[in-house]
């Protein structure tokens, strides 16, 4: 999709939600290295890890900064996204220096998707966070985050700021949201807009063009050159000799699937023929 002032390169990537259902844990997490390095491979141009606390069955990763790391010494080329981290349960300061670490090791390949954490409301208990501040508590980490990787002192100390710095990080900031708002403000601070699972017209493309609208929007508020809109958009693909064919084989993993999405108010039926 174009953004304001001329079309954006193409670029392919994958996502995993790293599933594995009743396997270890450490035989997935290595095969996902081995997804990375067949994507670079192939010629994709990122790979995207979701994040799920607590949860053996239907996403099995909490901490995706530490696989994405193993991927980084398996791979040379490849971008390394998170798709999302729930920016609410994370410590900015440690989060910084996380990311930092990790996209000096990759040498700069970190593209840092964000969430508020709508599907993760049962963790926030854990963490000793208010679900309904979510939104509050993205905005305030974010906020954070963005001083932390600019360099800026760290408030309660003596001066000391992030090491090692990441200046250029804050550029490959996404959001992640299903709210005209958060596509919004996701444009407004310059940020990608990730576009997660749904129907592509009558869920993504609407948030898709209230983005480009408030990045245009703002990018005339403020003039000068804009930092360029950014979209990725999400859609699942399984290859199959026909179309019957595929639903025939999916039809046990969507059943299995359907009452954990619904539980986080997902759509029952999510094929609008579009994807």
């Known amino acids: 999709m174009p953004a304001p002032g001329g079309p954006g390169p193409f670029r392919l990537g994958f996502l995993t939600h790293v599933h594995g259902r009743g396997r270890p844990a450490g035989a997935v997490y290595r095969e996902v290295v081995e997804l990375f390095v067949a994507g670079e491979e192939l010629g994709f141009d990122g790979g995207w890890l979701a994040q799920h606390h607590f949860s053996p069955d239907y996403g099995r990763l909490p901490s995706p900064l530490l696989l994405l790391a193993a991927a980084a010494?398996?791979?040379r080329r490849i971008e390394l996204g998170t798709a999302v981290v729930v920016l609410p349960l994370e410590d900015?300061?440690?989060?910084?220096?996380d990311a930092a670490v990790l996209d000096a090791l990759s040498?700069?390949?970190?593209?840092?998707?964000?969430?508020?954490?709508g599907p993760s409301a049962p963790a926030f208990g854990?963490?000793?966070?208010?679900?309904?501040?979510?939104?509050?508590?993205?905005?305030?980490?974010?906020?954070?985050?963005?001083?932390?990787l600019a360099g800026q002192p760290i408030a309660g100390t003596d001066g000391l700021r992030l090491h090692p710095p990441a200046p250029t990080l804050a550029s490959r900031f996404w959001d992640s949201t299903t709210s005209?708002?958060?596509?919004r403000a996701a444009a407004r601070a310059g940020d990608g807009l990730l576009l997660g699972i749904g129907p592509a017209g009558s869920a993504q493309r609407p948030l898709a063009d209230v983005y480009l609208a408030a990045h245009q929007a703002a990018h005339?508020?403020?003039?000068?050159?804009?930092?360029g809109a950014r979209l990725a958009v999400s859609h699942g693909v399984f290859p199959g000799p026909d179309?019957?064919?595929?639903?025939?084989?999916?039809?046990p993993d969507i059943a299995r699937f359907r009452p954990w999405l619904e539980n986080f108010g997902?759509?029952?039926d999510l094929d609008d023929g579009a994807a």
Do not use: K, N, S, W
């Open 243 to 251: 179309r019957l064919a595929a639903r025939v084989d999916l039809a």
């Open 266 to 268: 997902f759509p029952a």
């Open 180 to 183: 005209a708002d958060g596509a």
């Open 92 to 97: 900015p300061v440690r989060l910084a220096e």
């Open 220 to 227: 005339h508020a403020v003039g000068g050159e804009p930092a």
């Open 126 to 148: 854990a963490f000793d966070r208010d679900v309904a501040r979510r939104r509050e508590l993205f905005d305030a980490a974010r906020g954070r985050l963005r001083e932390l």
């Open 73 to 75: 010494q398996a791979t």
């Open 107 to 117: 040498g700069g390949r970190l593209q840092l998707g964000l969430g508020t954490g």
